[in-house]
């Protein structure tokens, strides 16, 4: 029996790893890494574009052994370091991979040597260093970058950095860093520093996940990094891990943020309940994206306030369409407070209605009313709401319409629309036991507009109607149809008869041989011309 194990081609394997890097950045991260594990109090980034060439110093311990350093999948920290961290053995490959040349000064040692040398296995020379500075320095000879991207990485890797990190002689900016100055509180998976508490309308759903102080994770919704408005994590690296080789991903990174996540929420959760007690409730449902966001609505069950998002009033005569005529919905201005509708001061109701379909008549009663809506369906409030007891479902109640002195009924025929019409001298809108009389406003009842004596406008058309085909809406044909309709009520309830068809003809303009002319007009019993003579 023949037996076989596993063998590697060493050299094959290295030059495979090249490729394995996600970008030619990756070095950066690596060496800033290794200079905050040698317990450096900054390090230092000079970039010669002229020459190509990238100078690394630190004032870490050093490096213990260059030959360790050179060893592949071995790291050389101590156990605390390897216990905690994690580090793969791999990370000084990418500054091999990186440039041409590379000098590398500590106080195990100085090596200067053309990387493809190292990476081909030949031995290098290791020259001592007597008298080290105590400051390692690694100069890397034809770097493949550009000034700007090297730039931009290192503020995208320093921003949550734990020592500071120079480049070409600038420090730049931590506004994540643990030593930031940020609120940090620590939890099962790490620090975290929550945002969003000083401003309640700004969003903070998003979040960002640092490993050992580098950029390891974003939420979906997060912006650019250094954007305000989001939560900020450092996770434990004894219980996280970023990929082999370069920590640009968590391992199992989708089960690593629903994990965050679940302790982001627990975390706003307490923050949410302690401003609770301390801020008065209309200060309090001011944060009520923020609590609905993150699924705390509970939260405010007890709470004596609605917020102004949960309701909306109908601020102008409602439509069938916000999107062709506008908006009649608006935000109350302030929160709804509970000792107000339990006196009655203020009436909330719940209904749906597709007024192009079924007529506006719900609609017109809560617009008369001004009372406050709470959308049907809707999840806005915690089903265990206080509101829910004192909310009033417009859909389960009886609806009927009654005419009251109706004067007759006429048919118009507009450009989009026809639409049988009932005049009248007011019309009162049902609503179980309760009822409003109307005189001022038309309404649609899903057959036929409804005119009381107050209104002449031709605003019941835009309940009629949306004036959209399957394309667009037909603005030419909703300005005729509305004008001609105004015309229409104004000819049918004009006790003068010849005011009434003065509104109705049409300009003759562009007929010069009429003008000043005199016409006597017959109409049969239908409305229509029967003859026209010349008086």
Not at 65 to 74: D, N, P, R, Y
Request: hydrophobic share 35%.
């Amino acid at each position: 029996m023949k037996q076989v194990a596993m063998k590697v081609n060493q050299s094959n394997l290295v030059k495979s790893l090249k490729f394995s890097f996600t970008n030619k950045t990756t070095v950066l991260g690596e060496l800033m890494q290794n200079a905050r594990r040698a317990g450096a109090t900054s390090v230092n980034f000079e970039f010669a574009p002229e020459t190509k060439i990238l100078r690394v110093t630190d004032d870490g311990c050093g490096i213990d052994s260059i030959e360790t350093l050179l060893t592949v999948a071995e790291s050389g920290w101590d156990a605390d370091v390897v216990a905690q961290e994690h580090p793969f053995g791999i990370g000084f490959l990418s500054a091999l991979f990186a440039c041409r040349h590379i000098t590398v000064v500590s106080k195990s040692g100085r090596i200067s040597v053309n990387t493809d040398d190292v990476l081909s296995f030949k031995t290098v020379d290791i020259t001592p260093v007597p008298e080290w500075d105590n400051v390692t320095t690694i100069t890397m000879v034809g770097v493949d970058l550009e000034l700007g991207r090297i730039e931009h990485e290192l503020k995208r890797l320093a921003s949550a950095f734990p020592i500071p990190v120079l480049f070409n002689g600038a420090e730049l900016d931590r506004p994540h860093a643990i030593d930031s100055g940020l609120e940090f509180v620590n939890t099962e998976v790490g620090l975290v520093s929550l945002a969003g508490f000083d401003k309640p309308t700004l969003n903070n759903y998003a979040y960002v996940m640092y490993l050992q102080g580098l950029p390891i994770y974003k939420s979906s919704n997060y912006g650019s990094f250094g954007q305000a408005g989001f939560h900020i994590v450092h996770l434990d690296s004894s219980r996280f891990f970023g990929r082999l080789p370069d920590r640009d991903e968590l391992v199992d990174k989708d089960d690593a943020a629903s994990l965050v996540k679940a302790v982001l929420r627990c975390e706003i959760e307490k923050r949410l309940t302690e401003m609770k007690s301390r801020m008065s409730s209309e200060e309090f449902v001011g944060y009520y994206d923020m609590i609905s966001e993150w699924g705390l609505l509970p939260i405010l069950n007890d709470v004596p306030a609605i917020p102004i998002k949960a309701l909306t009033e109908y601020s102008t005569y409602p439509n069938c369409s916000e999107e062709s005529f506008g908006e009649f919905e608006a935000r109350p201005e302030k929160p709804v407070h509970q000792e107000d509708v339990m006196s009655g001061r203020a009436r909330l109701v719940t209904f749906d209605e597709y007024i192009q379909d079924e007529g506006s008549a719900l609609s017109m009663y809560v617009f008369k009313n001004g009372f406050y809506v709470y959308p049907a369906g809707s999840k806005k409030l915690d089903d265990g709401h206080w509101m829910h007891n004192h909310l009033r479902n417009l859909n389960k109640e009886s609806v009927r319409i009654e005419f009251i002195n109706e004067t007759h009924r006429a048919c118009f025929d507009g450009q989009w629309i026809s639409l049988d019409t009932l005049f009248c001298q007011s019309y009162r809108i049902w609503v179980g036991d309760d009822s409003i009389e109307i005189d001022d406003d038309s309404m649609f009842d899903g057959t036929k507009a409804i005119v009381p004596q107050k209104d002449g406008s031709g605003s019941v058309v835009t309940q009629a109607s949306s004036f959209r085909d399957e394309y667009d809406f037909q603005q030419s044909a909703y300005d005729t149809d509305e004008y001609d309709f105004s015309q229409f009520v104004v000819a049918n309830t004009s006790s003068d008869t010849a005011e009434a068809l003065k509104r109705l003809l049409p300009s003759f303009g562009g007929c010069p041989s009429l003008y000043g002319k005199s016409f006597v007009i017959t109409l049969d019993e239908n409305g229509r011309v029967a003859s026209v003579t010349s008086a």
